[in-house]
DNA sequence: CCGATTTGACCGGG
DNA sequence: CCCGGTCAAATCGG
């Protein structure tokens, strides 16, 4: 995992760029929002405060993902969990906080029918086993919604989260065997929105897709790219993070560039080596594809670019 | 009636 | 033991 040297002097920089990227990410926020309010401001003049922030988000979740596993490795950390919240998350989510409304399908009542079945019999459900790592896209959504069709199996609360999180499954699991699973999780920075887990590919057919955004890899869980504008109305960016399985341990080096490299040809191996009863050109290989790039053709597309430039 | 949701118990890794 | 993920009985609701 950590393959880095000299720890402390590492770290200590390491910390000084971080805090330099959140504050340039924040002045970039900042920018794009006064663009953004002088309507019918020169659009390149958005896109190059969008393509400065991208830059920043992506250098910041590149670094802060590293940083991470070293203090995890070292053991000293403590407060790792916390992770980032501090300066960039506060200030940009603290209005958004504000004007929380209700949406969402969980939450909603639950003290009105108590019922009381207390069942000393041992129910002893089979063992059953634990899904290894599959491949796990997260992304961050204002609905959701998306094309599948998901039965809720489950909901649990979260330490340090004031949202439960909840478990779907594919609908086609029993039908056709399908493995997708999703994980729904509101954002407590901002209510509106959602991180979306979804765990494992669709097997079943059924019509996808809908499109994400914008799409950014990292090996690690660090969500703080969420940055969101409180009173703009426009969409937010959702973020799709990839993970690979590989096998537990990331392989060797995590530098910006190879981390691209090997995830965007893992992406490619993994879509295209489907298991052998489905043609290459069904809809389940094609729709995979889908996301990406009919995404990439749409409105972010330049941002896209600017993306793959910009961590390597 | 039957599929979806709710919700506490169970499971297993760390 | 704790915590997150899953199971499945009870319940909901079309």
Same mark, same amino acid.
């Given at each position: 995992?950590?393959?880095?040297?000299?720890?402390?002097? %590492?770290?200590?920089?390491?910390?000084?760029?971080?805090?330099? *990227?959140?504050?340039?990410?924040?002045?970039?926020?900042?920018?794009?929002f006064?663009?953004q309010n002088?309507n019918?401001?020169?659009?390149?003049?958005?896109?190059?405060?969008?393509? %400065?922030?991208?830059?920043?988000?992506?250098?910041?979740?590149?670094?802060?993902?590293?940083?991470?596993?070293?203090?995890?490795?070292?053991?000293?950390?403590?407060?790792?969990?916390?992770?980032?919240?501090?300066?960039?998350?506060?200030?940009?989510?603290?209005a958004a906080?504000?004007a929380?409304?209700?949406?969402?399908?969980?939450?909603?009542?639950?003290?009105?029918?108590?019922?009381?079945?207390?069942?000393?019999?041992?129910?002893?459900?089979?063992?059953?086993?634990?899904?290894?790592?599959?491949?796990?896209?997260?992304?961050?959504?204002p609905?959701?919604?998306?094309?599948?069709?998901?039965?809720?199996?489950?909901?649990?609360?979260?330490?340090?989260?004031?949202?439960?999180?909840?478990?779907?499954?594919?609908?086609?699991?029993?039908?056709?065997?399908?493995?997708?699973?999703?994980? %729904?999780?509101?954002?407590?920075?901002?209510?509106d929105?959602?991180?979306?887990?979804?765990?494992?590919?669709?097997?079943?057919?059924?019509?996808?897709?809908?499109?994400?955004?914008?799409?950014?890899?990292?090996?690690?869980?660090?969500?703080?790219?969420?940055?969101s504008h409180p009173d703009s109305n426009e969409h937010h960016?959702?973020?799709?993070? *990839?993970?690979?399985?590989?096998?537990?341990?990331?392989?060797?080096?995590?530098?910006?560039?190879?981390?691209?490299?090997?995830?965007?040809?893992? *992406?490619?191996?993994?879509?295209?080596?489907?298991?052998?009863?489905?043609?290459?050109?069904?809809?389940?290989?094609?729709?995979?594809?889908?996301?990406?790039?009919?995404?990439?053709?749409?409105?972010?597309?330049?941002?896209?670019?600017?993306?793959?430039?910009?961590?390597?």
């Amino acid at each position: 995992m950590n393959t880095m040297l000299f720890p402390e002097s %590492v770290s200590a920089k390491r910390k000084q760029v971080i805090r330099e *990227l959140v504050k340039g990410r924040e002045h970039a926020t900042q920018l794009k929002f006064l663009l953004q309010n002088l309507n019918g401001g020169s659009l390149s003049a958005k896109e190059m405060a969008a393509s %400065v922030l991208r830059s920043f988000s992506v250098s910041l979740s590149v670094i802060t993902s590293d940083s991470l596993s070293e203090e995890a490795g070292s053991g000293g950390g403590g407060e790792v969990a916390d992770q980032n919240h501090s300066e960039d998350g506060s200030l940009v989510m603290a209005a958004a906080a504000a004007a929380s409304s209700n949406i969402g399908p969980e939450d909603s009542s639950e003290s009105c029918g108590k019922r009381i079945f207390v069942q000393a019999t041992k129910d002893r459900r089979g063992s059953y086993k634990r899904r290894k790592s599959e491949q796990t896209r997260t992304i961050v959504s204002p609905t959701t919604d998306d094309d599948h069709s998901w039965r809720k199996y489950g909901q649990k609360d979260i330490l340090n989260s004031q949202f439960p999180r909840s478990y779907f499954r594919c609908t086609r699991k029993h039908d056709q065997g399908c493995r997708a699973n999703k994980q %729904v999780q509101r954002i407590q920075e901002n209510p509106d929105m959602y991180q979306i887990t979804y765990i494992g590919f669709h097997t079943c057919k059924d019509t996808p897709i809908k499109a994400p955004e914008m799409v950014t890899f990292s090996n690690t869980w660090d969500s703080f790219l969420v940055n969101s504008h409180p009173d703009s109305n426009e969409h937010h960016d959702p973020i799709i993070k *990839l993970e690979c399985p590989c096998s537990g341990e990331t392989p060797s080096d995590v530098t910006g560039n190879n981390l691209d490299h090997s995830l965007w040809s893992e *992406l490619k191996d993994f879509e295209l080596s489907k298991p052998s009863n489905i043609i290459p050109s069904s809809s389940a290989v094609h729709m995979d594809f889908g996301v990406l790039s009919s995404h990439f053709s749409t409105d972010f597309h330049f941002e896209e670019n600017n993306l793959l430039y910009s961590s390597s």
